[in-house]
C-alpha cells in the first residue's frame, strides 16, 4: 500500500482505531461524532466504499487538512427525494495550495475549499456532493453518483 493511500485510510479509520504510520505528518484524524458501536461499524463500511468509489481520496490524502464524520437525519428536500431518513456526512477541509488534486483535476480547483460528502442508503443508495469543485475529487460529472453498496446506510 502506499503512502497516500495508507494516509487516507487513517484519515477515514482513525475514528474507529489508533492508527499509526510511520511518519507523524502522515497522520489525520478523523472526528466520528456516534458513541453507538452499531453507528461506528456502519460509519466505517460506508467510509471505506466511499473511497472505493472516489478516485481522488484514494491519492489525495496529504491533500486533505482535517476532516469529520457525523451522522444526519434526512431533512433537506434532496434528501427526502433520495429516500434517505439518516445519512453520514464526512466534511473534508481542502488544503489551500493542493499538491495532488490540482494536477489530477480539470475544472473548478477544490484547493481551500471545505468538501461535504453525503452518503445515504434508502430508494436512491449514493454519494451527493453539491460542490462542483468537490465533485471533481470523486470525478463526478454531477452532484449525485449511485452507489447500490451503500443501501445499508440508515
Not at 504510520?21 to 497522520?27: A, L, M, R, Y
Not at 461524532?33 to 478516485?55: P, W
Not at 481520496?57 to 439518516?86: H, K, M
Request: glycine residues 10%; neutral net charge; charged residues 25%.
Amino acid at each position: 500500500m502506499d503512502k497516500n493511500m495508507r494516509r487516507l485510510l487513517c484519515l477515514l479509520l482513525a475514528a474507529f482505531s489508533a492508527c499509526e504510520t510511520s511518519n507523524s505528518e502522515d497522520s489525520v484524524r478523523i472526528v466520528a461524532q456516534t458513541s453507538s458501536q452499531a453507528d461506528k461499524r456502519m460509519m466505517h463500511s460506508a467510509l471505506a466504499i466511499l473511497v472505493q468509489h472516489c478516485e481522488g481520496l484514494r491519492s489525495a490524502g496529504p491533500d486533505i487538512e482535517s476532516a469529520s464524520a457525523r451522522f444526519r437525519s434526512g431533512e433537506a428536500t434532496w434528501q427526502r427525494e433520495y429516500g434517505w431518513d439518516r445519512m453520514i456526512e464526512v466534511e473534508a477541509k481542502i488544503v489551500a495550495a493542493p499538491k495532488i488534486l490540482k494536477t489530477k483535476i480539470g475544472g473548478d480547483y477544490p484547493g481551500g475549499h471545505t468538501c461535504y460528502f453525503a452518503l445515504g442508503g434508502g430508494q436512491k443508495p449514493g454519494v451527493d456532493i453539491g460542490k462542483s469543485a468537490c465533485q471533481s475529487v470523486c470525478d463526478m460529472d454531477g452532484q449525485f453518483k449511485s452507489v447500490p453498496e451503500l443501501a445499508f446506510v440508515r
